[in-house]
């Protein structure tokens, strides 16, 4: 069997007088896009402009009696996409989840979410997905993501994933069931003190859908309404968990949460006023800058609120060993030209950040593919970092060298880098990292070779195996063994699977080692290939002819893989298991 090819072109980085900075912090960097994109960036725009006219023209009439009238829209929609779900015959249950589940209706700016609980043929829950995918881009109004879960995935990641114990938990206590079995009440309650994995995965969640909305997504129209949406969700939520950590009940709303913020008379009470004020005119007016406000805001907030976390008991070490990284320069892989482009883009990044930049670094981790580019900014302070400035970084990393190139950069701060622009968002987990979650990436920052300007003094080398730590492998390694059972990886290119082979392997490699006494965290594949041999794996020849494979498609040649699809799978698979 074999897995499809793309082909790649070279593609350099634009000269750096197109991404200057910008002297007010208010406005975006826009760089020429070509003459071979411009017939489908005129489409995007007028598209883009038509929604936000719609979106402007609903908030400005959302008074009796089209108040009701849009509020009765919403509650037709959402029965219309019910029906179509209940007619695939697997579905077993459809909830209705978010503030619309709640009844907050806010006309043109609330999504409706749903989930969907069943027991589909794979193809079946495909067609389901791609049904309503095709509704909700006719239909704005519409979440563009449907979550689908069977019955046993459902109780198994929120046996075993954060993130989905967050989830459920708030769907047990908030979603509204539309039809079939309430499976989510058959789930155990969880306490809330044993939730801070859930917490510090939805942080990310919500500095995830601010980064793309405030610098990670180019786009010719801005819709100032959704922005402003947007700044209120990502700080009201914040607050929610900010108060969750400090024992309070996570599930009061978000207006509650921003209230009680203002009472608590901090320095950031003049925004969260203003903040709330918007809210009440529907997001038509903010004073002043509110993309700069919420970046002060969230930075300042979530600096604070990972510092209280990271004290938590889930930190705790489960091993006395520390970990250990291996990694060397010689093993890494390249793309064909990376040192000069990398030199090109060091220049432009420094340019960008100006006196501010302290040390740039190189980045790797699990978290990331082996041949992603990522970039961490080590700046003096985040204040001195505009949005125009965080939006030119943010142009920079989609102006990849190739097509396929994934390249994400990184502002380090004093306690976790905060993703601010990326070439292809893959998803939240990887917006915000951390000492304790991504000890792999904050303890290469102490090696020489990493830094590719400047460097800081740092304590990095502290991290430790913990509990937390332990769910986030173990969880990545259920997501794997779920795309070998449903077929995914057979449906990848030659380079998203091998992407695929070598992550899996890594998380194999880290959990097995753990069991030998020893943390070890491989980046490079004859890494991935040393840690399995030393924890009693077979590592059969034919992983070296995948390591070559993958190295020819990053030099631009064709990869002649040199085993069949279905053999690395069986491989894969047989670790798994083992595991």
């Known amino acids: 069997m074999k897995v499809r090819r793309r082909s790649s072109s070279t593609r350099a980085l634009p000269p750096l007088e197109d991404v200057s900075p910008v002297a007010t912090g208010g406005d975006r960097v826009q760089c020429p896009l070509g003459a071979s994109r411009a017939t489908s960036g005129f489409i995007s725009m007028l598209g883009g402009a038509l929604k936000a006219f719609v979106r402007h023209l609903v908030v400005a009439t959302s008074f009796a009696p089209l108040l009701q009238f849009y509020c009765g829209v919403y509650h037709l929609l959402v029965r219309l996409v019910a029906r179509k779900f209940k007619k695939f015959p697997g579905t077993r249950a459809v909830y209705l989840s978010r503030s619309v589940a709640l009844g907050r209706i806010v006309p043109g700016i609330s999504d409706i979410d749903f989930t969907v609980i069943g027991d589909w043929a794979e193809d079946e829950r495909k067609s389901l ?83 793309r909305c405030a610098f990670g997504t180019k786009r010719a129209v801005r819709d100032r309404i959704f922005e402003r949406s ?24 978000r207006e509650q949460a921003v209230a009680g913020a203002i009472r608590s008379a901090d320095m950031a009470c003049p925004f969260l006023q203003k903040l709330r004020d918007c809210t009440t005119i529907r997001y038509v007016r903010y004073e002043g800058d509110i993309l700069a406000d919420t970046k002060e805001f969230l930075w300042c907030r979530l600096e604070h609120l990972l510092s209280v976390a990271g004290a938590n008991p889930g930190f705790l070490p489960l091993l006395s060993t520390e970990v250990n990284v291996d990694c060397t320069q010689r093993e890494s892989l390249y793309w064909m030209g990376e040192e000069q482009f990398l030199a090109e883009l060091l220049s432009s990044v420094v340019t960008q950040v100006g006196t ?72 939240p987990w990887r917006a915000v990292l951390t000492p304790e979650l991504n000890p792999d990436t904050f303890w290469e920052l102490d090696r020489p070779e990493t830094s590719l300007r400047g460097s800081v003094v740092r304590n990095t080398r502290a991290a430790v195996w913990c509990r937390l730590l332990s769910q986030f492998v173990k969880e990545g390694l259920l997501y794997s063994f779920e795309s070998l059972e449903d077929g995914s990886v057979f449906e990848a290119d030659e380079l998203e699977f091998l992407r695929m082979f070598w992550g899996c392997l890594q998380l194999i490699a880290v959990q097995s080692s753990v069991k030998s006494g020893m943390v070890v965290y491989p980046h490079t594949p004859a890494a991935v290939c040393r840690t399995l041999a030393r924890c009693g794996f077979e590592v059969p020849a034919f992983l070296a002819g995948l390591e070559k494979a993958y190295r020819r498609i990053l030099l631009g040649a064709s990869a002649e893989l040199e085993v069949d699809v279905p053999t690395a799978v069986s491989y894969m698979k047989k670790l798994l298991c083992q595991e």
Not at 146 to 156: A, E, G, K
Not at 378 to 385: G, H, I, K, N, Y
Not at 389 to 415: D, F, K, N, T, W
């Open 129 to 211: 997905v791609a049904k309503y995918a095709r509704i909700a881009r006719l239909l704005p109004l519409y979440d563009p993501d449907v979550s689908t879960h069977s019955p046993n995935q459902l109780r198994l990641r929120y046996a075993t994933s954060h993130y989905h114990q967050f989830r459920f938990t708030e769907g047990r206590r908030a979603w509204k069931l539309l039809c079939g079995r309430d499976y989510l009440q058959e789930l155990l309650p969880l306490p809330q003190k044993q939730m801070v994995g859930g917490f510090l995965a939805e942080i990310k969640v919500w500095w995830f859908h601010f980064a």
């Open 230 to 253: 947007i700044c209120y969700k990502a700080v009201a939520e914040v607050l929610r968990l900010d108060a969750a950590l400090r024992g309070d009940d996570f599930m009061i709303s």
């Open 356 to 427: 501010s930049c302290r040390a740039v670094y190189r980045l790797h981790s699990i978290t990331f593919a082996m041949d992603e580019i990522v970039l961490g900014v080590d700046v003096e302070s985040a204040r001195a970092l505009p949005i125009g400035v965080l939006c030119a970084l943010g142009e920079l990393c989609r102006q990849g060298h190739y097509p396929r190139m994934r390249l994400s950069l990184y502002i380090l701060l004093e306690r976790a880098a905060y993703q601010v622009g990326a070439s292809d968002w893959h998803g």
